[in-house]
């Protein structure tokens, strides 16, 4: 099956690490150009980007941060400056909260800190889909897909806030769907389980891994290859009519 990404720009936010990463090889693997953008990790991003193929101009890392909205502007002006605009958007940037301290009450989280979570994860993920869907209006192609979680689909103990800013990009997801499907743009969902990143495997218990791995079908951890293999079909060619949708990557759960 032909993607058709030979050439195409793919913008993956959040690119330089975990999941990001693999889905950046991915969309690289098969001929696109890739823009992934770092929050801190510079000199990661830099690495990959040239693994990538950054010397050819097939690649780059730009810096985004949600917390830093000039940051989101720039970052897609400088792809479309530099490639013509963005034909794939994975939008998969994510600010972590810190853990609730044991015993915290969720009615005690301060608003400060969970307004300017939702803040931040929320509001520059749409604001960076309104940034590129006017340039794929103008090519009647482009595909987003919006990176979720099973958190927003089945609840964590202690993730309120994180489930209320993923489980927000479903709906909208479906709404933009609307809006854009004349235009030849589709817009998507992928929701991983806990996925086997080197976050995941150097700050989770083996203990609870363990006991997730046990609680899956396919008795493993997803891989971030397994996320990535899930993007790059919604965000290709291969995606000829699927939009609004929600894919689940969570070996079965
Ligand atoms: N791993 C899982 O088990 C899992 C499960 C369900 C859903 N997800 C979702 O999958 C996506 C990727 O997660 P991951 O586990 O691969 O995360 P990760 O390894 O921690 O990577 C996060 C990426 O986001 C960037 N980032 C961090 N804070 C940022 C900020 N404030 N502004 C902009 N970029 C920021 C990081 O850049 P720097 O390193 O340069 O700061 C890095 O490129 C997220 O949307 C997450 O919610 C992950």
């Known amino acids: 099956m032909d993607m058709e990404l030979k050439g195409r720009t793919v913008l993956v936010t959040g690119g330089s690490s975990g999941i990001g990463a693999a889905i950046a090889r991915a969309y690289a693997a098969e001929g696109a150009r890739v823009a ?15 693994e990538l193929g950054a010397g050819r101009d097939a690649a780059m890392a730009v810096r985004y941060s949600l917390a830093e909205p000039h940051t989101v502007e720039s970052a897609v002006a400088t792809v479309t400056e530099r490639w013509g605009g963005v034909d794939v958007l994975v939008a998969n940037a994510v600010r972590w909260a810190p853990r609730r301290a044991p015993g915290e009450r969720f009615e005690d989280v301060a608003a400060g800190d969970w307004r300017g979570f939702l803040d931040d994860n929320l509001a520059p993920t749409l604001r960076t889909v309104q940034l590129v869907v006017d340039g794929m209006r103008a090519r009647s192609w482009g595909r987003i897909v919006l990176i979720s979680s099973h958190v927003a689909l089945d609840g964590h103990r202690g993730q309120e806030f994180y489930g209320a800013a993923k489980s927000a990009l ?51 951890l997803s891989s971030p290859q397994d996320v990535a293999g899930a993007v790059l079909f919604l965000g290709s060619a291969a995606n000829s009519n699927t939009t609004g949708q929600t894919l689940t990557v969570a070996g079965g759960r």
């Open 36 to 50: 992934l953008t770092y929050r801190s990790g510079g000199e990661d991003a830099e690495r990959l980007a040239r």
């Open 170 to 220: 479903h709906g909208f997801a479906r709404s933009l769907a609307w809006d854009v499907g004349c235009d030849g743009i589709l817009v998507n969902v992928v929701c991983p389980g806990l996925t086997a990143t080197e976050r995941v495997l150097t700050g989770l218990p083996v203990e609870i891994r363990e006991r997730e791995t046990l609680l899956t079908p396919t008795g493993r």
